[in-house]
Structures are given as C-alpha cells and as structure tokens.
Nanobody
Framework: QVQLVESGGGLVQPGGSLRLSCGAS????????MSWYRQGPGKERELVAV????????NYADSVKGRFTVSRDNAKNTVYLQMNSLKPEDTAVYYC?????????WGQGTQVTVSS
C-alpha cells in the first residue's frame, strides 16, 4: 500500500521556521522525483520545490528561493522542506508528491499557518 505522510506543520510567527517531513512507503522511493506543493486559502495549488531522485538537483518557486530548502534521505524514505523566514503569505496546506515513470502519488497535506 502506497503512503505519503506529511508532518511538521503548525502555527508559527512571521520570521519563524518550520521543517516539514514526508515519509514514504509502498514504492521504491529512491527512484522517484519528490516535490512539495502548497495550496493557500482561495488559491490554486502551486509547486514549491522539487528534488530529483538522487537529490542531485533541486528547483524552487521564485517566492521561496533563498528561504526554503528541499532535501531527501533515501535511506529513510523521507523528503524534507526546511522553511525559514516564514511570511503570512506562506500560509497554506503543504503536500508532498512522488512522481515516477509510471506512477504519481500525493500525500494528504499538512497545514502551515504563519501569523502573529
């Protein structure tokens, strides 16, 4: 059974940090490109960050460059999103996604709220 389980969300003040985790099971994690997406209130879901299967390449949305860092540990079947200097506009449900050659999986999301 394929599972992607996000964790680490919560309420944080502007300027603060959070680290999201996404644990994977049921598929060959090391073969999949992993991504983080988010969907804010009343907004479309948008791509935040991508990391290739071996972790050799990453890409970020312009809105998070320099503040967010995506990483992965293939031995732990986990992808991370370190979020620093958080802003109220980062408030959203954050989802992880696994894309392989033939398969595409999504997690259930974790809420991040940035507010004073």
């Amino acid at each position: 059974q394929v599972q992607l389980v996000e964790s680490g969300g919560g309420l944080v003040q502007p300027g603060g940090s959070l680290r999201l985790s996404c644990g994977a099971s049921g598929f060959r994690f090391s073969s999949y490109t992993m991504s983080w997406y988010r969907q804010g209130p009343g907004k479309e879901r948008e791509l935040v960050a991508v990391i290739t299967s071996a972790g050799g390449s990453t890409n970020y949305a312009d809105s998070v460059k320099g503040r967010f860092t995506v990483s992965r540990d293939n031995a732990k079947n986990t992808v991370y999103l370190q979020m620093n200097s958080l802003k109220p506009e980062d408030t959203a449900v954050y989802y992880c996604r696994a894309r392989g050659q033939w398969s595409d999986y999504w997690g259930q999301g974790t809420q991040v709220t940035v507010s004073s």
